[in-house]
């Protein structure tokens, strides 16, 4: 069956078994989470059990390669890691405002590129980034420099173990920065 985008208005997929299936075009961001959607093919996305695979190229955000993610949802909210996730929760505690991954487009020394910071931060007038620092990445000063020269001067990197275990602390803490910087 053939369903072109402009004749289907919504689709109720709480019980489908949509294994196999390829949905292009598909928009299922309000969709039930009870949908099985193991297998199927979303767009340029394709799951495997609990993981997406996000098939990248050279006209999907700069990026050449392909990635494997895993991709940790909360409060409607896409995350990279479980890490990511504690942060948001303990902001969500402080009833900060806050934006998770959210991609800026800056001028480089390459060019026009995109960046993707953990989170960016506005607090008591002053946006900052706080970043999760993994023991197998490294911190891009050259990135950290371009948001500076656009006003974010406060970066500050947090190891990835305190996030899991304190991060009520560490939001605390940047936000103490923040307010001083």
Known sequence: MTLHRTQVIGVNLSVANLSGAKLSFANLSESDSSADLHGAIL???????DEIIKVEDAHNQGILSSIRERIYQWNDLRFHSQEQVK?????DRTNTLFFPNSKARLTTPAGRQNQEPDFLIFHEG??????IWHP??????????LFASHGISIIHYCDANRCTEEPDRIVREFLDILSQG
């Open 43 to 49: 767009s340029d996305y394709h799951t495997v059990s």
């Open 87 to 91: 942060i948001a929760e303990a902001l």
């Open 136 to 145: 197998d990445t490294q911190k891009d000063e050259t990135r950290d420099h």
């Open 126 to 131: 002053k946006w900052g980034i706080l970043e």
